[in-house]
């Protein structure tokens, strides 16, 4: 019960600290669940919308950049140690579970033979529908639409749309010797 009021109190500071530094760009619902272990961070005129009774676990890394909106669905919960990070945009749907782990990234490294890795990025706009199940240890890779009512399974990259109602999964064997 205290652990619960504390958490509560927590939440309201920093979203009301958060208001005050970055004004309509932090669009965070006062009821939410956010563990004060969890990273919100707003870079440059990038935005954070956080719907209603959302509930974020330890570590738990939200990062926003550029002229960039991420935009998360009201009752959506992220596992401990997800992250978000968005140099175009990505928005979640409501009603969304991530697992321990899934990671989204709306941004790549521009890498070339001559040079190698640069710190210049490509950027592309994630969506996840409404009603999505990522399991622990996804990654969703830029440019990436996932539709309503879609599971992920542990471990799967995602680098292309996968359309409403589907499931998708690793397909591998295990073999013990």
């Known amino acids: 019960m205290i652990r ?3 958490v509560i109190l927590m939440n ?11 004004g309509s760009r932090y669009a965070v619902h006062h009821l939410q669940r956010i563990s004060p272990f969890c990273a919100l961070k707003i870079f440059q005129r990038g935005r ?21 909106t991420i935009s998360i669905g009201e009752g959506t919960y992220m596992n401990r140690y997800c992250m978000v990070s968005a140099h175009s945009g990505v928005t979640i749907g409501k009603h969304c579970l991530f697992g321990a ?3 989204v990234f709306d941004n790549n490294h521009v890498h070339s033979h001559e ?12 969506v996840i529908g409404d009603h999505c ?4 240890d ?5 440019g990436v639409t996932i539709g309503n009512n879609c599971v992920v399974g542990a471990g799967c990259i995602v680098y292309q749309d ?16």
Request: glycine share 8%; charged share 20%.
């Open 162 to 177: 996968i359309p409403a109602g589907s499931v998708v999964y690793h397909k591998q064997e295990l073999v013990v010797r």
């Open 115 to 126: 040079t190698g890795v640069s710190t210049q990025l490509t950027s592309a706009p994630i």
């Open 133 to 136: 199940w990522l399991a622990s």
């Open 4 to 6: 619960s009021v504390i």
């Open 138 to 142: 996804v990654v969703v890779l830029k």
């Open 48 to 68: 954070l919308e956080i719907g209603r009774n959302c509930e974020f676990a330890h570590g738990c890394d939200i990062e926003v950049f550029d002229d960039a």
């Open 12 to 22: 309201l500071l920093r979203i009301a600290v958060g208001r005050l530094s970055h």
């Open 101 to 103: 782990g899934v990671k």
